[in-house]
């Protein structure tokens, strides 16, 4: 488990990754014998779309990226498995989640313990400082969220 996104007794959604750091979002539709996790292979771009809040959650599921990227997950003794590869027909409406659903990133970041950083960042290197952003993959909405966190001058 990379991040917990939603945690209620259990963590609800979160995000996965496999040893070729492939991102999967999951999300929990049963607690009957175990834990169950419908999870779907996300690209970097689109995570990060979704957490800057700005994608459905089902629409995640309903709409994969690339075909053959919905598994089954399950979490047992703090192992996670993506058991077996599904297809739409498999999902059934209790597997997803409700619509309407959008990631708070504000949300996160007030429940995140983060320090305050300081950057003396000269006007001329601004454009430099937006570019390193964009490489790293830092979401610009979540940047101006975070703007109460970090301090620009």
């Known amino acids: 488990m990379k991040h917990?996104?939603?945690f209620y007794d259990v963590p609800q959604l979160f995000v996965?990754?496999?040893t070729l750091n492939t991102h999967y979002l999951c999300v929990l539709f049963s607690q009957a014998g175990g834990y169950e996790y419908l999870g779907v292979q996300v690209s970097e771009l689109k995570l990060h779309s979704f957490m800057a809040g700005e994608i459905d959650l089902r629409m995640m599921y309903e709409e994969p990226e690339a075909d053959d990227s919905l598994y089954h997950v399950t979490v047992q003794d703090k192992i996670i498995t993506a058991d077996r590869l599904l297809s739409k027909a498999d999902i059934t409406p209790n597997m997803l989640p409700e619509p309407g659903f959008y990631y708070e990133?504000?949300?996160?970041?007030?429940?995140?313990?983060t320090d305050t950083i300081l950057i003396d960042l000269p006007s001329s290197d601004r454009r430099m400082f937006a570019d390193i952003s964009k490489r790293m993959g830092w979401v610009t909405s979540i940047m101006k969220d975070a703007a109460h966190k970090i301090a620009v001058i």
């Open 4 to 6: 917990t996104l939603e």
């Open 16 to 18: 996965a990754a496999d």
């Open 105 to 113: 990133p504000e949300e996160a970041l007030a429940t995140t313990e």
